[in-house]
């Protein structure tokens, strides 16, 4: 069973960046694209960027200009570098590989005004 494990998470003021990552037990970012989604409090899980296997990216609108998703296949490691960041990406954010399915655990992240 492959799991995924994010990390990175944490408390930053707004203007900060983070750096998360998402470390795979296998060697599976080469054979399934990868999302990040966030969930914040009250609020439906929203799709914030994705790499697909042939490393074409979407965004959201609301993290455009301000957010890079990237993986490093030979690492089996995602990663997404949240820069300018405001209190409204305060949320839990998770990875998952599909059309595999995994999902991640997902890691905090809060961002003070």
Same mark, same amino acid.
């Given at each position: *069973? +492959? *799991?995924?494990?994010?990390?990175?998470?944490?408390?930053?003021?707004?203007?900060?960046? =983070?750096? =998360? &990552?998402?470390?795979?037990?296998? &060697?599976?970012?080469? #054979?399934?694209?990868?999302?990040?989604?966030? *969930?914040?409090?009250? $609020?439906?899980?929203?799709?914030?960027?994705?790499?697909? +296997?042939?490393?074409?990216?979407? /965004?959201?609108?609301? +993290? $455009?200009?301000?957010?890079? #998703? &990237?993986? !490093?296949?030979? $690492? @089996?490691?995602? /990663?997404?570098?949240? @820069? &300018?960041? $405001? %209190?409204? !990406?305060?949320?839990?954010?998770?990875?998952?590989?599909? %059309?595999?399915? /995994?999902?991640?655990?997902?890691? *905090?992240?809060?961002?003070?005004?």
């Amino acid at each position: *069973q +492959v *799991q995924l494990v994010e990390s990175g998470g944490g408390l930053v003021q707004a203007g900060g960046s =983070l750096r =998360l &990552s998402c470390a795979a037990s296998g &060697s599976i970012f080469s #054979i399934n694209a990868m999302n990040w989604y966030r *969930q914040a409090p009250g $609020k439906q899980r929203e799709l914030v960027a994705g790499i697909s +296997v042939g490393g074409r990216t979407n /965004y959201a609108d609301s +993290v $455009k200009g301000r957010f890079t #998703i &990237s993986r !490093d296949n030979a $690492k @089996n490691t995602g /990663y997404l570098q949240m @820069n &300018s960041l $405001k %209190p409204e !990406d305060t949320a839990v954010y998770y990875c998952a590989a599909f %059309p595999a399915s /995994y999902w991640g655990q997902g890691t *905090q992240v809060t961002v003070s005004s």
